[in-house]
């Protein structure tokens, strides 16, 4: 099951291929969203994403009560539309490939570098024209270094740009994780090795940098691991930047009301970019469409958040320019000033 | 200049352009402001002034002299009468002057055209959903104009006839097809060019001398009816210069009204000289241009009806004018925007008025009084400039239903401009469409246009063609129901629902049950195709037998190529380039139907014809399951898979030939057109299950778009695949809808992205493409109704959806985050 181990990489576990994506680096775009994730934010708006494992979802709201997927299931693990045992399911899919009317989903299946090539080919048109190209995203790609590289490779020898967007955990091991009770280890994919996890990194023109609580213990509190290994990250991509002319390291936050756009952790962070020289920094507005999905997957509700107010949004933004960080709404940064520089 | 000067020079200019083009010039100005605010104060209504001038024409003394002139001549004397008798009227602020109706905005009543159908709706005209406001004493002479007009109405005179009532039946069901040419031809790209800088002198002077020579340009004596063609002309130039002398005069005495301030009696006043001398002398500045422009486009309305009735391509014919005015500083970039801004917004004062039955086929669509900008020359090259940028600054201003904008684009167009017209699709009008030269040049020279005149397209109404002033197209002639074949095709003729009045109404095909093959079926499919075009033909050759006689028309003719040369009408076949277009409804779904027929039936042998057959029939009624297989799973066209694409590519094959083997009774060519109006909700209404999973009755696909909901993959998928499709026989063009909400496309990285999607749509092959950007009440009515609005694509936290997939729940964030601008 574990599809970060090295030896089963032929293929990725990908969850998703998202098409004309104007969000995650510039222009159109497609977003090759990978399985698995070793952070449980709790605020996460893809909680499809978080296990490493193919999964089964529900649409309640398209299901047209045919039965077709009880009399399907050759586990008889469906108690009623919708109500999957999941003790006797052993995941065949037979029930979502059955559903006609999409209602029951697959998330996550494994791919090929080919057949991930050839879903992205056609769009190569839209990239060049629009300055765009693709994104890896998840979950975590660098959960799969070598398969991820092995893509990024064949991308860039078709001069794609690439930008690879993660949360900056690539070396933990799993038994941390699980110690903080918030992932098992069932769950858990083994994270990349730097030295791999690296060579994946050197072959993106970008880096989207995902970073959300400056203090360790609050990170943990609220992402499920400690945050040392991520900011080491952080800075190690940045020296290579700036150094080495590594990729081009572009942080982004989620703002999460009360949790993330505190002046402690905006200022935290707004320091440690500054003294990084990484001046910018994307802002991405929390909303609460990551709900509907939890309900798909049948996880309970996510905490109770609060709606994101303009007046927050811009004490935000206060804080941040004081120190000196550009700060940027998602599909509005400056990127040409990066590239062309 | 050499060529690298030249380079220099265009890269100069567009850096000097774009600053030029900016949001500074569009803002509305207070008089744009309160032109518009009048306009949209005052309440939709009917004119009657125009049938009532008619009607008493014939018994004024000039009208019994003439009661034996040639039609053409009676006709001309009878538009002449009218355009010299019709109350001048002028409204504040305005810059360009000159009355479409005897009220501010009301639709023209056309008796010999379609308009009595509005007395379907006598007892509820303020009710419909587009009000129309009558007081009592109008309504009874509605009622009165109406009656008078009954059996001179072109369908009445062409179809009211022994042997032709099967056709008069068919032609008021309209199942099969829907024939607009009934109500008008109108859908014309005069020749403005020649308007402005030529003046109506030059088609008088022609006319002048062919009589007083009594030959042709050429040489050839004139026949009877040439020299009622010259007569009509010159009649027919009479009245239009009286009616404008009529403004002026007008002008003039408003200007000496006690209280003018000088401002506005300087305006008056320059107005008034204007039209003292345009449309018949050539126009002197850029005011006198657009004026010139208006008295004719005027003329054009009042002569045939006010669907498409085109300007062409305005950056052109007027840049001269503007330069001069320029160079003599009597004119800046803001008041030229200005001047531009107060001619769209006179577009703004006429609207077609149909019945609400009639409505369901046409409704929302306006008048499209197209304005095209951008392009190449007769060479090839470049002819964008500063006016295609203040064209669209000035519908900045305005944002109004009319005019149309059409934005032509080729590989050379500045990436100014196109920043331009991205950012105008931006606010959400849904204007200005975009248009592929390549594309469209190919199409039009296969259809017989040199390559010279083929580059000088500009569009007809909303999305059709002509080479401007060269052409006579009855560029909306039909509608035509293309899986009411499929349906017509898999029961030997005959509609699946109640049995058409006299049995069979398509051709008798063979019974489901001798089709072994696909190519079978497809061959039926050809057969009912073919034959319902043909009767169509039948029934449109009366209707221009018709207008010949009783609806000739000069104005059209003398701002048409080729009729003073042949001294023939255009309804006589006098256009250098003559068509008839017919335009499909449903085209997605029937490429996806035969595609699932194909798969079902012939391939994965899951059900016989005959059984698929029935289930048809009954509707999907025992197989639910399988209707939402076919809706949700069934590989679908619109997401860029070849092998379904080409199905849809068969479809339109077999309609486009269909419709390519005809000629008009003009001589002129039949051409095919890929869009539909709002003909799609109607025709579905008539139309069968499919078996491609759409139930009976619900609409059909539209134009070039997938069927509602077969996208899956977003708008790159849906370019991708109708960039596949080859379009060299659709001359008569096609439109491609994209919807998104306000939020995924905004900004910056929106208008790159926009401008990426059309430049690779056309780079591929694509020929049309239009995209609405939807505010929240739109979206809150696609929540509603969701069957109504598919298709629409909206942003998630970072990516895009559908919004018809998305929760209700999540529906309603994105409408709140969409009203308050939230990011
Ligand atoms: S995945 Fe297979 S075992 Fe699991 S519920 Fe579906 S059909 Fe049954
Ligand atoms: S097959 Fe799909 S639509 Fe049918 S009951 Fe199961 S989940 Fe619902």
Known sequence: MASGNPKQEAAGLVFSIQHFCLQDGPGIRSLVFFKGCPLRCVWCQNPESWKPIPELGFKKHLCTNCRTCISVCPEGAIVSPGQIRSEKCRQCFACTDACPSGALIRFGKPLSVKEIREELMPEYPFYQNSGGGVTFSGGEPTLYPEFAAHLAGSLKRDGIHLAIETCGLFHADPDTLSASGTITKKDTAQTAHPETAGRLLTLADLVLFDIKLFHPEAHRQFCGTDNRMILDNLAMLARRYHQKGGPLIWPRMPVIPGITDTPENLEGWGSLLAELRLNRLTLVPFHHLGEAKREWLQLEPGPCIHTLTGESMEKTLRVLTKIGISCFAPGEEDWPEYISS | ?823
């Open chain 2, 1 to 823: 200049m050499n060529a690298q000067q030249n380079q220099a020079l265009a890269a100069r200019m567009e850096e000097e352009q774009i600053p030029e083009t900016g949001p500074a010039y569009r803002e509305p100005t207070d008089r744009i402001a309160a032109i518009k605010g009048d306009l949209f104060a005052s309440p939709c209504s009917l004119c009657l002034e125009r049938p009532i001038l008619l009607q008493r024409f014939p018994k004024t003394a000039q009208g019994r002299l003439g009661k034996k002139d040639h039609p053409l001549v009676k006709r001309a004397k009878a538009l002449a009468f009218l355009m010299s008798e019709r109350q001048p009227r002028i409204y504040d602020n305005e810059l360009i002057i000159g009355n479409m109706t005897s009220k501010r905005t009301a639709a023209n009543y056309y008796p010999e055209g379609g308009s009595i159908n509005i007395l379907e709706d006598l007892f509820r005209l303020e009710k419909r959903q587009i009000p129309i406001n009558l007081t009592f004493p109008e309504k009874i002479e509605l009622v009165r104009v109406g009656l008078a007009g009954l059996f001179s109405s072109i369908g009445g005179r062409a179809l009211l006839k022994p042997g032709r009532f099967v056709h008069f039946l068919d032609f008021f069901r309209a199942k099969r097809y829907f024939i607009t040419e009934e109500a008008g031809i109108g859908h014309q790209v005069g020749g403005y060019y020649n308007v402005v800088h030529q003046g109506l002198q030059h088609p008088d002077q022609i006319a002048g001398t062919c009589l007083e020579t009594n030959a042709l340009p050429d040489g050839t004596p004139l026949n009877r009816d040439q020299v009622a063609f010259y007569q009509s002309i010159r009649i027919t130039i009479r009245g239009i210069r009286t009616m404008a002398t009529n403004l002026a005069d007008l002008a003039e005495k408003m200007a000496y009204q006690p209280g003018m301030s000088d401002k506005r009696r300087q305006e008056l006043l320059a107005s008034a000289d204007a039209c003292r001398h345009v449309p018949y002398y050539p126009a002197r500045t850029f005011l006198e241009g657009l004026q010139s422009c208006w008295i004719v486009h005027v003329a054009m309305n009042l002569e045939d009806f006010e669907q498409g009735m085109s300007f062409g391509r305005l950056d052109r014919i007027l840049l001269p004018l503007y330069q001069k005015d320029l160079e003599q500083k009597s004119i800046t970039r803001e008041t030229a925007t200005e001047i531009m801004a107060s001619f769209q917004l006179k577009t703004c004062e006429t609207l077609p008025v149909y019945s609400e039955r009639i409505d369901q086929y046409f409704s929302g669509n306006g008048v499209a009084q197209g304005i095209t900008i951008g392009g190449t020359d007769e060479n090839g090259n470049d002819t964008t400039n500063e006016l295609s940028g203040l064209i669209l600054d000035a519908y900045a201003q305005i944002r109004t239903r009319e005019p149309a904008l059409h934005v032509r684009v080729h590989e050379k167009t500045p990436s100014w401009f196109l920043d331009n017209a991205v950012a105008t699709v931006q606010l959400g009008c849904g204007k200005p469409s975009f248009f592929s030269d390549k594309a469209v040049v190919a199409a039009l020279t296969q259809a017989g246009m040199s390559t010279e005149h083929a580059r000088d397209f500009a569009v007809i109404g909303c999305v059709e063609m002509a080479s401007q002033g060269r052409t006579y197209n009855s560029s909306d002639a039909a509608l035509f129901n293309l899986p009411l074949c499929l349906e017509l095709a898999l029961n030997q003729g005959i509609c699946y629902g109640r049995r058409h009045f006299g049995g069979r109404m398509g051709a008798m095909t063979r019974p489901v049950e001798q089709m072994q093959s696909f190519e079978d079926v497809a061959d039926a499919f050809r057969i009912q195709v073919e034959h319902a075009v043909a009767e169509m033909v039948k029934v449109i050759g009366w209707l221009e037998e018709t207008y010949r006689i009783w609806r000739p028309t000069p104005v059209n003719s003398m701002v048409t190529e080729g009729c003073l040369a042949k001294g023939r009408d255009v309804t006589w076949g006098g256009a250098l380039y003559d068509l008839t277009s017919i335009q499909v409804a449903g085209l997605a779904d029937a490429g996806d139907s035969l595609y699932a027929i194909k798969q079902l039936v012939f391939e994965q042998k899951r059900f016989t014809l005959k059984e698929l057959l029935h289930i048809l029939k009954t509707d999907y009624r025992d197989h639910p399951a399988l209707q939402q297989e076919l809706l949700h799973q069934f590989p679908r066209y619109g997401n860029g898979i070849p092998d379904i694409d080409r199905m849809t590519q068969l479809a339109a094959d077999i309609f486009s030939d269909a419709i390519i083997a005809h000629r008009n009774s003009r001589g002129g060519r039949y051409i095919p057109g890929i869009y539909s109006m709002t003909c799609h909700i109607a025709f579905g209404r008539l139309t069968g299950a499919l078996p491609n999973g759409r139930g009976s009755g619900k609409r059909l696909s539209n134009g070039l778009s997938p069927a509602d909901g077969a996208d899956r993959k977003g708008p790159t998928a849906v370019l991708r695949s109708a960039a596949s499709l080859d379009s060299r026989k659709w001359a008569n063009c096609c439109a491609l809808n994209l919807k998104f909400d306000r939020k995924t496309v905004s900004g910056n990285a929106g208008r790159k992205a926009l401008a990426g999607l059309f430049t690779t749509y056309f780079s591929q092959g694509g020929m049309q493409v239009q995209a609405n950007v939807l505010d929240a009440e739109m979206l809150r009515a696609a929540r509603n109704n969701p069957a109504e609005h598919p298709g629409i694509v909206v942003r998630v936290a970072g990516y895009c959806a559908y919004f018809h997939d998305l929760q209700p729940s999540v529906q309603d964030e994105i409408i709140e985050r969409t009203a308050h601008g939230l990011g």
